[in-house]
């Protein structure tokens, strides 16, 4: 959607673009970060506005709620924090704004995603910076305060200034729009309100085409014992949304991703998977890694086990549990020396020494480990038992 501009609006931006040229030269800006001011300005202007992102239903104001939210402890996980802005949680829907028709707040904000996103990853705690005075939710009047504030070099008070135990946390993850070739005051105001300094800070930014724009050296400015990070996260604007690998990506080049969480059963998963059976006969002995499955339980209840084990055929030594083992939910053995069978016609453990047909009836419990060599030669009485 092309933005129209009010003719009032449109003067005011042509003199603060003015006086950008004049007080930044784009000589100032990295060309990777801003690719020049005025496509900085159309951007916040056009871009910023066009995206389809920004038209969807607008959200209700946010603004008094806890700004301190997460999965975890304060300070676990090493202290890592999620401090963001975005509009989204910092503007109310005010009456006669059609969503439709006038450009307008989205709800999630961008920020607010990849802020989610990078808890998900790192456990760490989110912060919302939010102002006491949202923000309109129409885009032509939220630029205008915006502008102002950015003219008055103001400080908009934050619902919450600070943060509960800063101390806690080492590392910091500071995430703001692009808001008129720089940051949204109440940027500041939360930089000046927590001191950030000998934390490392990661920055992630989302935004127009104006890309980060003169963004990392106001925030270097306003935090300059902070350790920011040149490894910053930015995305345009309507590529926020599909972000969500990158961001894990971002966060685990940082070596910062928690380890993931392991599910009771994938914890039980992993202990059977890990269970091991010798089979000892005299001084032989082979060691089974036993599979998760039913019949493997069944045969792991029975142990320790003394019994006689038998030759059958040129490849295989048996032995009969005394209970059958359940074979539903068991895999098909297939493979060849040094796997653990059942077969269920017989109700016979089978430890196999050569290659085999694999059939419907033949089950897999597990495979050696070590002392495959051994089976062939083993006769007479056997042990089995679980290896501690
Ligand atoms: C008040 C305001 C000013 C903006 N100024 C710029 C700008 O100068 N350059 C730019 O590239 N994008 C600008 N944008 C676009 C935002 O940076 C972009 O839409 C961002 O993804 C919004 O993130 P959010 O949804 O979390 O607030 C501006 C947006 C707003 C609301």
Known sequence: MKKLLTPLLALALAIVFAACQAAEPSSSVPSSLAPSESSQLSSAVEEGAASSS?????????????????????????????????????????????????????????????????????????FSIQVTDPYPSDWDACLERANEERGQNARPALVEPQVENLD??????????????????????????????????YLFCSHGTGGMARSVEIITEAAPE????????????????????DIQAWVAELGLSQPQETTSSETEENDMESTQVAVTCGDLQVVYALNDSPAAQGLLSQLPLTVEVEDFSTNEKVFYPP?????????????GAGTLAYYAPWGDVVLFYDSFS??????ELGEAVSGAENIGQMSGTITVETVE
């Open 168 to 201: 806690s946390y080492d590392t910091v993850f500071l995430g703001y729009p692009n808001w008129w070739y720089g940051v949204p005051m109440a940027l500041l105001t939360f930089l000046e309100e927590n001191d950030l300094s000998g934390k490392d800070v």
């Open 323 to 335: 209970q059958e083992l359940d074979a539903s939910d068991t895999p098909l053995a297939e493979g």
């Open 358 to 363: 694999a059939n419907s009836s033949l089950f």
């Open 226 to 245: 902070a350790n920011i990070s040149d490894n910053i996260f930015d995305c345009y604007e309507e590529d926020a949304p599909a972000s969500q690998g």
């Open 54 to 126: 920004q038209l969807a239903e607008p959200s209700e104001a946010p603004a008094g709620s806890s700004a301190l939210e997460g999965s975890s402890e304060t300070g676990e996980n090493g202290g890592v924090l999620i401090a963001y802005f975005s509009w989204a949680e910092n503007a109310v829907l005010e009456e006669g704004v059609d969503a439709m028709t006038s450009p307008s707040v989205s709800d999630p904000g961008n920020v607010q995603q990849l802020a989610g996103w990078i808890q998900e990853e790192t456990g760490g705690e989110l």
